[in-house]
C-alpha cells in the first residue's frame, strides 16, 4: 500500500531555532506539494515541485522558507529561523496530473515556542 | 483565490442528506473534493473535470457546473463515517490547488 511518509510526525521547538521537515513521495509521482494547515488561514498551497524542478513557491515566505527535492524519493521544507507563527500542520502530498488525485501524507505537526 | 464554501458546518442524523457548495471566481480547469477526519490527513473523494469526466472513490456524488465556476457535492443517505471536514480544491491551471475554508459534517446516531 504505496503512501506519503513524513518525518517528524511532531516537532516542538523555539523561536529562532531551525527546523526542517523531510518527506518521501509514493514512488512514480512526479508532482510534490508542500501545504500548511492552520485554523486561521486553512489549507494553504506553499510550494510545489515538478519532476524535482520547483514550479512555484509564492505561497512560501521567502526570508525565512525554502523547499528543495534534492532526489527524486525526498523533497524538504526548511524554516530558518521559526517563529510562533509558522506554528501549523505542514503536509506534503504527491500524485501525477493525469491521475487527479492529490495523496496527502501524515503532515508534520510544528509548534514554535 | 480562495473559493468559497458553504455551510460551514451541518448536522445530520444517520441515513439524511446534505449538499456543500464550492463557488470560484476563476475560470476552472477541475474542482477536488477531499475529506479529513480530525487529527488526519486530507483524503480524497473525488475529482470533476471541466467536460464532464469524474473520478472518485467513494459513494459519494457531485456536480460541476463550468459555467458558473460552482461544484456541490452530494452527501445522501449518510453514514457515521461521513463525519469530517469537506474541503473542494479547485484548479485553475497545471494541478495546482485552491482549497476552500471547509465544511464540518457531523453525522449522529
Known amino acids: 500500500d504505496a503512501r506519503v511518509t513524513q518525518t517528524p510526525r511532531h516537532k516542538v521547538t523555539e523561536m529562532g531555532q531551525e527546523v526542517t521537515m523531510r518527506c518521501q513521495p509514493i514512488?512514480?509521482?512526479?508532482?510534490v506539494f508542500w501545504y500548511r494547515q492552520t485554523m486561521m488561514q486553512g489549507l494553504e498551497l506553499l510550494a510545489y515541485f515538478r519532476n524535482r524542478a520547483p514550479l512555484d513557491d509564492s505561497g512560501m515566505p521567502k526570508d525565512r522558507f525554502s523547499a528543495e527535492m534534492p532526489d527524486a524519493t525526498l523533497a524538504t521544507l526548511k524554516i530558518q529561523p521559526s517563529e510562533p507563527r509558522d506554528s501549523a500542520v505542514y503536509f506534503c502530498a504527491s500524485g501525477s496530473p493525469g491521475d487527479g488525485e492529490q495523496f496527502f501524507g501524515p503532515g508534520t505537526r510544528l509548534t514554535v515556542l | 483565490q480562495q473559493p468559497v464554501q458553504s455551510p460551514q458546518a451541518v448536522i445530520l442524523r444517520e441515513g439524511e442528506d446534505a449538499v456543500i457548495n464550492c463557488s470560484s471566481s476563476k475560470a476552472l480547469y477541475s474542482v477536488h473534493w477531499y475529506r479529513q477526519k480530525h487529527g488526519e490527513a486530507p483524503v480524497f473523494l473525488m475529482i470533476l473535470l471541466k467536460g464532464g469526466e469524474q473520478k472518485g472513490h467513494e459513494k459519494i456524488s457531485a456536480s460541476f457546473n463550468e459555467k458558473k465556476q460552482q461544484s456541490s457535492l452530494y452527501l445522501t443517505a449518510s453514514q457515521l463515517s461521513y463525519s469530517g471536514t469537506y474541503f473542494c480544491?479547485?484548479?485553475?491551471?497545471?494541478?495546482?490547488?485552491?482549497f476552500g475554508a471547509g465544511t464540518t459534517v457531523t453525522v449522529r446516531a
Open positions: 480544491g479547485t484548479e485553475a491551471n497545471d494541478y495546482k490547488l485552491s
Open positions: 514512488l512514480g509521482h512526479n508532482t
